[in-house]
Every structure is written in C-alpha cells, then in structure tokens.
T-cell receptor
C-alpha cells in the first residue's frame, strides 16, 4: 500500500524558515517524480514544486521560486521542501504527491494527508 | 499559464441522481486533463486521468469525457460518499500544472 506521510508543519513568523518532510512507502520511491501541492484555507489546490527521479531536475511555481527548495533522499525514501523567507500568503496545508508516471507526467495518483504551515506574527 | 474554469461552483443533488461537472481550459490541453475528489480532512483522490481513463480502484459510475478545451466529469448515480469537492487539473503545459477552482457537490 502506497503511503505518504508529511511532517514539519508549524507556526512560523514572516521571514522565517521551515523544512517539510515526506516519508514514502509502498512503492519504489526512486522510480517516480514527486511533487508538493498546497491548499490555503478556503482556497483551491496550487501546485508548488516537483523533483525528478534522481533529483537532477526541479521546477517551481512562480510564487515560491527563489524562496523554496525541493530535494529528495532516495536512500531514505524521503522528499523535502525547504521554505525560506516565508510570507503570510504561504500559509496552507502542504501535500506531498506522487507522480503517476515515473518521468514526471504531472498527474498525481497518491497524496499524503498534508502538514499545516501557518505564517503569522 | 493555463487557466481552468469549473462550473458550476456548487451543485446540489440527491443520492441516485446524475451529476455533470464541467471544466473549461483557457487554451487547448489536448486530453491531458485529470479529475480529483477531495473531502475535508482527507487526501485528494485521483479519479480520472487523461480526460477519460479511470484511475485504479475508481468505481465505474465515474466517467470523464472531452478534449481540447471542454471537459466533463459525470457521476452516473450519486452515492452518499460522492459528496465532496471536485477539481480538474491540466498537465499539458507545465510548469505549472494548474488546477481549476473546484466544484462543490452537496446533498440537496
């Protein structure tokens, strides 16, 4: 059974930093591109970032480029999101999502339950 | 960036009825469109990928159609567990892989 378990969400002040983690199990982690998707309270889903299978290619939404860094450790079946220079508008539930296709076809067939990031003074 | 517009924003129906949800893209996305179901407190669930293909384990009452700019998700006979928010998402032009704003399917 595929499982994705996010952690690391907390309350942080504007301008602060945070690292989210996602522990994956139930599939061959290094065969798949992985994503972060977020949802602000009362809003829809927003794709944030992706990383390819070996970590050599990464992409970001314009809203987070230059502030967030996605990474992965295939030896630990784990995905990360380093979030710097946080803004109030980054407040959201952050989901880790598995790409349906290994190469990064950008459909998301499994999601975690999410971890909540709140940016507030 | 591709903009996806879903309609209606809210759909009120009774169990057993047929639900038809629409998603329109600002430009053609070919057949690269997916549908997700999202219930509060739960992980989103992939229902349909590439416009018309049911994901693993999805009941046959869910079907998708369309291509280009106009897409439809149909639930043939609503079950109580189907009341949720539904999102469409395109993967034709990325980044970013954009989502629609969602349709809330509520019990009438």
């Amino acid at each position: 059974e595929v499982q994705l378990v996010e952690s690391g969400g907390v309350v942080v002040q504007p301008g602060g930093s945070l690292r989210l983690s996602c522990a994956a199990s139930g599939f061959t982690f290094d065969d798949y591109t992985m994503h972060w998707v977020r949802q602000a309270q009362g809003k829809g889903l927003e794709w944030v970032s992706l990383i390819n299978r070996d970590g050599g290619s990464t992409y970001y939404a314009d809203s987070v480029r230059g502030r967030f860094t996605i990474s992965r450790d295939n030896s630990k079946d784990s995905l990360y999101l380093q979030m710097n220079s946080l803004r109030t508008e980054d407040t959201a539930l952050y989901y880790c999502a598995k790409d349906m296709w290994g190469y990064g076809g950008n459909s998301f067939d499994y999601w975690g339950q999410g971890t909540l990031v709140a940016v507030s003074s | 960036e591709i903009v996806l517009t879903q309609s209606p924003a809210t759909l009120s129906l009774s169990p057993g009825e047929r639900a038809t949800l629409s998603c329109r893209a600002s430009q053609s996305v070919s057949s690269y469109l997916a549908w997700y179901q999202h219930k509060p407190g739960q992980a989103p669930r992939l229902l349909i990928y590439d416009a018309s293909n049911r994901a693993t384990g999805i009941p046959a009452r869910f079907s998708g159609s369309g291509s280009g700019t106009d897409f439809t998700l149909t639930i043939s006979s609503l079950e109580p567990e189907d009341f949720a928010i539904y999102y469409c998402q395109q993967r034709s032009y990325w980044p970013p892989a954009t989502f629609g704003q969602g349709t809330r399917l509520e019990i009438k």
